[in-house]
């Protein structure tokens, strides 16, 4: 089946740092990518929609000169969390659609974020 | 846009018991809804679906119902195993499928 990855698993920063987070398509290729953060004991969070080939799309609240987004393969997404703070602290999640198999999404194993 | 709520959000059952879990919808555009299972550390897996054109689908112990009229659809577990504890979401969408709405979760824990 179709199987989405992340790199890395976990990450420990310190405060004021980037930190980039890969999420890849292994087995399919996925015009859209979506970016979902979680915070302990909450639902998933969608922050951004990423869009191969163009600029991804935002939802309201969420800083995208903060959380850039680069979506530049069919099967290559990535987020990169500039200048962090212990607020950004979090699980991120990526997700991404299976073309061939309509709506269903799949989801990457997830990356623990920590900032020190 | 779409709301989904979900009930309960925890869950307790003894081994073997059945475990029923609700989701309301707002949208009645929305015609794809998927169950995730979400393992401590791990990103939500699929575990089943159901689309707007059936109202039951079945794969072993795990089932699912929908009522489009009162836009409420249910998860069913038989049989509960401790393998079976996790956190449970529910989640709807129209066929255009960019915008999924996920339900808050529920903490299903299986006592052996």
């Known amino acids: 089946g179709a199987v989405v990855s992340q790199h890395p698993s976990r990450v420990i920063c310190k405060s004021g740092t980037s930190v980039k987070i890969e999420c890849r398509s292994l087995?399919?290729?996925?015009?859209?990518m979506f970016w979902y953060r979680q915070f302990p004991k909450q639902s998933l969070m969608l922050m951004a929609t990423?869009?191969?080939?163009?600029?991804?799309?935002?939802e309201q609240g969420v800083e995208k000169d903060k959380f850039l987004i680069n979506h530049a393969s069919l099967t290559l997404s990535t987020l990169t969390v500039t200048s962090a703070h212990p607020e950004d602290s979090s699980f991120y999640i990526c997700?991404?659609?299976?073309?061939?198999?309509?709506?269903?999404?799949?989801f990457g194993p997830g990356t623990r974020l920590t900032v020190l | 846009g779409e709301n989904v709520e979900q009930h309960p959000s925890t869950l307790s059952v003894q081994e073997g018991d059945s475990a029923v879990i609700k989701c309301t919808y707002s949208d009645s555009a929305s015609n794809y809804f998927p169950w995730y299972k979400q393992e401590l550390g791990k990103g939500p897996q699929l575990i089943i679906d159901?689309?707007?054109?059936?109202g039951e689908k079945k794969d072993q112990r795990i089932a699912v119902t929908l009522n489009k009229t009162a836009k409420h659809f249910s998860l069913h577990i038989t049989e509960t195993q401790p393998e079976d504890s996790a956190v449970y979401f529910c989640a709807a969408t129209n066929n255009a499928g960019n915008m999924l709405t996920f339900g808050g979760g529920t903490r299903l824990m299986v006592k052996p």
């Open positions: 159901i689309r707007s054109n059936v």
């Open positions: 997700s991404a659609r299976d073309q061939v198999a309509g709506a269903k999404r799949v």
């Open positions: 087995d399919f290729q996925a015009t859209t």
């Open positions: 990423s869009n191969e080939g163009s600029k991804a799309t935002y």
